[in-house]
């Protein structure tokens, strides 16, 4: 099925064609058509299925076909848990909007940064805003932004949202919103507070999902290596060297102890650069760019910051320490593996995390391989 059996204007599929894509993800092909018909959306989507799109394209279809209001009223409003995701789905609405801006204005405002300067890109007005919550709050009580005239509310990640503790911005947020709107959410899992949420916010979704709830991709290979917790940094150092990994993802419980494995890998001579939330967003958007960019193997994230990073071939992903969540081991491993593309999720776990272990394997629905380890360790 190709993009343009979709419904998308012709501005927008130039757009996806200068992106490189031709044939839609399962999820955009079941997404889009709805989105453009007006109903409410719920989505069960995990992360790298291409969902980003699903929600940003037929946005821009919609807004566009309406006509153009001068004051630019907030029309589109989409909520994502963290920064780095909200950059990530800017760029996706610049990107695919490409041929439609500046007709059409969108912009991102997060926390961690200065709010004059979003105060200041905020007054002429913007058609399509993302946004975190507490962020969107704070520039509501400066009257820097209002959202009574939005059509199209997006909640991005909700499981995460709510796991970070923003349902008490949401339902201020959700007050300050007209009551006839578009409602779409998208969440990896359904945990019992997001179906509570989906019934208060959704009238008659059009429900999709696209993988098995709570799953791993199948394209992501999955092996636990059993380590002794002062052994951790020494057998990732082999795994890198041993295996000459030049791209990976290191998910570690804390924001010292990323810190603490950063510098013990650059020692052993392994280029790496840590990002969590006591990182500036600089910092964070720096590190961010070596990493893409190939100009550091290791990019060292706790849970909360990793949300968002969006590299379509990242080949490794390992866990130092398992989640707290086992969700969380579902998202973790789901940075890899995108969009049919293989890759591997290495887990290091201790004796004291076997139990941790256990739910991990009865929330996925199936034993993770065990590996016999490396040369180093024989």
Do not use: C
């Not at 709010?115 to 969107?136: C, E, F, K, S, W």
């Not at 990493?291 to 910051?305: C, R, S």
């Not at 992903?317 to 579902?330: F, G, H, I, W």
């Amino acid at each position: 099925m190709p993009f343009s059996s979709l419904g998308l204007s012709e501005p927008l599929l130039r757009a996806v064609s200068d992106s490189g894509y031709t044939t839609p993800t399962p999820i955009q092909q079941k997404a889009i058509p709805a989105v453009l018909s007006g109903r409410d959306l719920l989505a069960a989507a995990q992360t790298g299925t291409g969902k980003t799109a699903g929600f940003t394209l037929p946005i821009l279809h919609r807004l566009a076909d309406k006509p153009y209001d001068r004051n630019r009223p907030v029309r589109a409003l989409i909520l994502t848990p963290t920064r780095e995701l909200a950059a990530q789905v800017g760029e996706s609405v610049t990107k695919y909007g490409a041929h439609q801006l500046p007709r059409l204005k969108s912009d991102v405002v997060f926390g961690g940064v200065k709010i004059n300067p979003q105060m200041m890109r905020l007054r002429g007005g913007v058609d399509i805003l993302t946004a975190t919550p507490g962020r969107l709050l704070d520039l509501v009580a400066q009257n820097a932004v209002k959202l009574n005239q939005v059509e199209i509310l997006v909640l991005d990640e909700a499981d995460r949202m709510l796991d970070m503790g923003f349902i008490r911005d949401l339902h201020k947020i959700l007050a300050l919103l007209p009551k006839r709107r578009q409602n779409l959410l998208f969440s990896a899992t359904y945990s019992p507070e997001i179906r509570k949420l989906t019934q208060k916010l959704l009238i008659n979704p059009v429900q999709i999902e696209v993988a098995v709830e709570n799953a791993a991709a199948d394209t992501v290979e999955q092996v636990v290596y059993s380590v002794n917790k002062t052994a951790k940094t020494a057998f990732l150092t082999q795994l890198i060297k041993h295996n000459d990994w030049r791209q990976v993802l290191v998910f570690t419980s804390t924001k010292h102890g990323a810190n603490k494995l950063t510098e013990k890998l650059n020692s052993a001579q392994i280029a790496a650069k840590a990002i969590h939330g006591n990182k500036s967003q600089g910092a964070r958007t720096s590190a961010l760019a070596d990493f893409k960019a190939g100009e550091i193997q290791v990019l060292v994230a706790t849970d909360i910051a990793a949300r968002g990073i969006d590299i379509d071939q990242l080949p490794h992903v390992v866990n130092y320490e398992l989640p707290r969540s086992s969700a969380d081991y579902v998202h973790r491993i789901g940075r890899t593996g995108r969009a049919g593309r293989g890759g591997l999720a290495v887990s290091l776990v201790s004796e004291e995390e076997n139990s941790a272990l256990r739910l991990v394997e009865k929330l996925i629905g199936s034993k993770i391989a065990r590996g016999q380890g490396v040369d180093f360790f024989k």
